[in-house]
């Protein structure tokens, strides 16, 4: 039975792009005049009928998000209720339509891994949420929306925002943006500085939300990782998000969706949850390699320890264990073109999927540094016919492309947050 | 330095004198930037030292690039070109200009860090346009010599002076397959050295695979994934046990003793035939943006060129606001041996600036002061 708070929305729950509300004065959401935020969580103590009215003139919806303890809160003001729970705690076998966590890393270039040092040393990581809502997102048909606040007194560059919008909406998935006390603030009291940030963080958001068929696309890797909810596959830094920070375009198959179907279209696959698989599971991944697919296989003693309910991300006895399998991961998959191969791309992410009907690819990249990275390559795996780049700066390109050995190459002029390839295939 | 350091660099100075180290012309032209002037001001700099032809005509071309640290540490978002990388406008005009001088082939090469994958996608992954430089000239090849790459196997090159640290290197056969060898540097700072001119470049022919920190124990490691500070900086490592260790395991284990020594033993493996310094846009502080400290990028706009790694080095070091021949407790050497100076001591060329024909611009016309460091 369909909720009664939800047969008064504007939007269906899976269009929300959500945001937690600064202020309670109807006023204040003038400053969403061109947004694309079209959800935001409020506290139902404070809402004025002036605020809901206001809101709804937008066509905006209000929501609360809180713990299992604000839901009667949320019932008696006659609003949806999402609860905001641990990543182990979400309700992934439920058929609500979003599923929140409160945990999430903020994403960004790790300083601590990145600092000065007296030799050269290597790329510098990348926190992500992006294996999360990669696994999650194959685990469940919801949406999956992060909501992590700044810690208190503390002031955000508008960057960091930006950083972690992008990070869960390249992957398909919703950052709860909200924002610092000060930036409020300044954003309320019309303070020019702020405004300019806050009309940098929207087109970031608007440029996600115009494309939100994106989010029905699937993942165009030829490298699949399995691995389990209990194995890892809930945590940040973990095998899926060190494949992908190579640019290895990866397909996460929940141990439990393991069946030939998940499998096709892999020819690389790491399974990191042999234990765990059912005899018929076992015979899948063993047709698998005896039609040429290469599996590399944990050992069966391998196991990462289960995530305790506060842990975000791996711990140090998880990094130790996942060196043991880490080094053959990388050898495998050193150098093979499993989708696309992307250079000069060592400060992003990237995603590569392909659309419903299979005639698009859109290659999404996000740029963690502070400054545009220009002249990127990508060797697709196969042909295509046209490539075209868009950016949130309103950037429509045709990208030059030519032949490689894999299929087509293809020059990316500049990114300097966040950008798409839309490629035709052949 | 402890007594032992000073008495091996003592005992090393008095081999050559400097008036009795080889010399050769050093040509400096003023260049502003990497645009239409570049293959001019390359051209006529060449010229000074008596034209290119009569180095590269019907030859075999190795030229070793400074790709220096992974790509991904940039200083400031730069372009690795205008900072610590070989510029990629340099690469093609040297390709263009060998080409045009009667050169048989151009095999650009460099122990890429921390891989021994196609030198091209290191390119790549340093934002260069490869199918543009490939097409600078015809004959041009790109080899990374961080492991053994295509080669049957390892080019043991013996040290003409018997070697500070090492009596030999085991290469990539790129440097001993080859009639001339050039070393393109930037006109940079270094953390251990001091400065890294085109002698100091050379380090960079050591392969990871033997000279690595993940490098075998007996035999290379044909996938190396890391620097050479283990083995080479540090000396808490042998080299893998199929190449010549070093020849007293009992010798300083600073890398500021061991560095300058380790350069002047690649240069006497594979000397070189012609040296080129890029002060178009460079950094000053540090070798790459990794080094601690103050750096900020420059743009002395000169470059420099001659035939002999010393005193092109000399007059580099000279043009950057140093004295080529101070000693160590003097910038730009405050806590490292001079690698001119034992050079100089290994009969390689002069420091001395008096013997020196310096051709061109002068070098108080493009004096350009790199900080004390």
Not at chain 1, 268 to 293: C, I
Not at chain 2, 169 to 196: Q, R, W
Request: hydrophobic content about 40%; glycine content about 8%.
């Amino acid at each position: 039975m369909i909720p009664v708070a939800l047969l008064f929305l504007a939007l269906a729950p899976t269009d929300w792009v959500p945001m937690r509300w600064i202020s309670p004065d109807p006023h204040s959401l003038e400053l969403l005049e061109d947004s694309s935020i079209n959800c935001l969580a409020v506290d139902p103590a404070i809402l004025t009928k002036e605020f809901r009215e206001a809101a709804k003139t937008r066509k905006i919806d209000l929501v609360v998000i809180g713990d299992a303890d604000q839901k009667a809160k949320a019932e008696q003001a006659g609003l949806p209720f999402l609860e905001e729970t641990d990543r182990g705690k979400m309700k992934l076998g439920s058929s609500d339509p979003v599923l929140v966590s409160r945990q999430a890393v903020w994403p960004g270039i790790n300083i601590a891994e990145g600092e000065a040092e007296a030799m050269p040393s290597g790329a510098p990581w990348i926190d992500t949420n992006a294996g999360f809502f990669r696994f999650t997102r194959a685990l469940t048909k919801a949406r999956i929306w992060v909501s992590s606040a700044p810690p208190p007194n503390r002031i955000i560059p508008v960057s960091r925002y930006i950083h972690a919008i992008a990070d869960a909406a390249f992957v398909g998935g919703n950052w709860v943006l909200t924002l610092d006390r000060d930036f409020s603030q300044k954003l309320l009291s019309q303070d020019e500085k702020a405004l300019a940030d806050w009309k940098q963080i929207n087109a970031v958001i608007r440029f996600y939300a115009a494309h939100r068929q994106w989010n029905d696309y699937r993942p165009a890797g030829e490298m699949a990782v399995i691995q389990g909810v209990k194995n890892g596959g809930l945590l940040s830094g973990g095998v899926l998000d060190m494949v992908s920070s190579r640019h290895t375009p990866i397909r996460a198959i929940p141990a439990e969706h393991l069946d030939t179907q998940a499998m096709q279209g892999i020819r690389m696959a790491v399974n990191t949850s042999p234990a765990s698989l059912s005899t018929e599971q076992k015979a899948v991944l063993k047709q698998f390699t005896a039609s040429g697919g290469s599996l590399f296989s944990a050992p069966d003693d391998w196991i990462m320890p289960e995530p305790r309910p506060d842990q975000v991300t791996l711990d140090k006895t998880d990094i130790t264990s996942l060196d043991k399998i880490w080094k053959e991961v990388t050898s495998m998959t050193n150098r093979q073109n499993l989708g696309a191969r992307l250079f000069n791309v060592s400060s992003m992410l990237s995603n590569f999927t392909v659309s419903p009907d299979g005639k698009l690819y859109i290659l999404h990249l996000v740029n963690f540094s502070d400054y545009p990275i220009e002249d990127i390559t990508v060797h697709l795996h196969g042909k295509v016919k046209s490539g075209k780049l868009i950016t949130p700066e309103g950037l429509n390109q045709s990208v030059e492309l030519f032949e490689v050995d894999e299929g087509s190459g293809a020059e990316i002029s500049k990114i300097i947050s966040v950008g798409a390839v839309i490629f035709e295939r052949q | 330095m402890n007594r032992r350091d000073f008495l091996a660099l003592a005992g090393a100075l008095p081999v050559f004198a400097a008036k009795d180290a080889p010399t050769a012309p050093v040509a400096i032209t003023r260049c502003h930037t990497y645009g239409d002037e570049l293959t001019s001001s390359m051209s006529d700099l060449f010229d000074k030292i008596g034209g290119l032809s009569r180095i590269v005509k019907n030859k075999t071309v190795t030229v070793k690039v400074n790709l220096t640290g992974s790509p991904a540490l940039r200083l400031k978002g730069k372009a690795l070109g205008v900072t610590h990388y070989t510029h990629p406008k340099t690469i093609g005009t040297m390709a263009y200009l060998m080409h045009r001088a009667g050169a048989k082939r151009v095999r650009f090469v460099e122990s890429a860090w921390g891989t021994s994958g196609p030198l091209e996608e290191y390119m790549l992954d340093s934002g260069w346009n490869v199918r543009a430089l490939l097409s600078a000239a015809p004959n041009i090849e790109f080899v990374n010599t961080n492991g053994l790459g295509t080669a049957k196997k390892y080019s043991r090159l013996k040290i003409s002076h018997g070697g500070y640290i090492f009596p030999s290197f085991d290469l990539n056969p790129a440097y001993e397959d080859t009639d001339v060898l050039v070393s393109m540097a930037k006109l940079k700072n270094h953390a251990t050295c001091g400065i890294t001119l085109s002698m100091k470049n050379m380090f960079g022919i050591t392969p990871a695979s033997i000279y690595g920190d993940d490098a075998g124990l007996d035999e290379p490691n044909e996938n190396p994934t890391s620097g050479r500070g283990a083995v080479c900086h540090a000396g808490k490592r042998q080299p893998a046990s199929a190449a010549a260790p070093e020849k007293d395991l009992n010798s300083s284990r600073s890398s500021f003793y061991r560095m300058p020594r380790i350069v002047c033993d690649v240069i006497g493996a594979r000397p070189l035939d012609l040296a080129f310094i890029d002060g178009i846009e460079t950094m000053t502080g540090g070798e790459g943006p990794w080094v601690g400290g103050e750096l900020q990028h420059v743009k002395p706009g000169l470059l420099i060129a001659g035939t002999n790694c010393v005193t092109t080095d000399t007059v580099g070091t000279a043009v950057m606001g140093y004295d080529p021949r101070a000693q160590q407790g003097t910038p730009p050497f405050s806590r490292c041996d001079n690698t001119l100076l034992l050079a100089e001591a290994a009969g390689i060329g002069t420091t001395d600036l008096k013997n020196i024909e310096v051709t061109g611009a002068s070098i108080s016309e493009v004096l350009y002061r790199f900080p004390h460091v």
